[in-house]
């Protein structure tokens, strides 16, 4: 598995922190899909990071973010 930090900036120029995480094999195989979760107000995307870990070890490839 990798997992990359990232940074989005908006039209409105606005920074968003997120994670993107990869299935190790991902440069030899494309992943089943992709999986955007995005955090609850209020709730770091931290909390999120045992579901994005255990659906990237399925072969997803998964974003996560905060606001």
Same mark, same amino acid.
């Given at each position: 598995?990798?997992? *990359?930090?990232?940074? +989005?900036? $908006?039209?409105?120029?606005?920074?968003? *922190?997120?994670?993107?995480? $990869?299935?190790?094999?991902?440069?030899?195989?494309?992943?089943?899909?992709?999986?955007?979760?995005?955090?609850?107000?209020?709730?770091? *995307? *931290?909390?999120?990071?045992?579901?994005?870990?255990? +659906?990237?070890?399925?072969?997803?490839?998964? +974003? $996560?973010?905060?606001?």
């Amino acid at each position: 598995m990798n997992i *990359q930090a990232i940074s +989005l900036t $908006t039209k409105s120029n606005h920074n968003i *922190q997120g994670y993107w995480y $990869t299935p190790a094999n991902a440069e030899t195989k494309h992943s089943k899909a992709k999986v955007l979760i995005a955090s609850a107000m209020g709730v770091s *995307q *931290q909390f999120y990071q045992p579901f994005a870990k255990w +659906l990237t070890n399925h072969g997803f490839s998964v +974003l $996560t973010f905060d606001c």
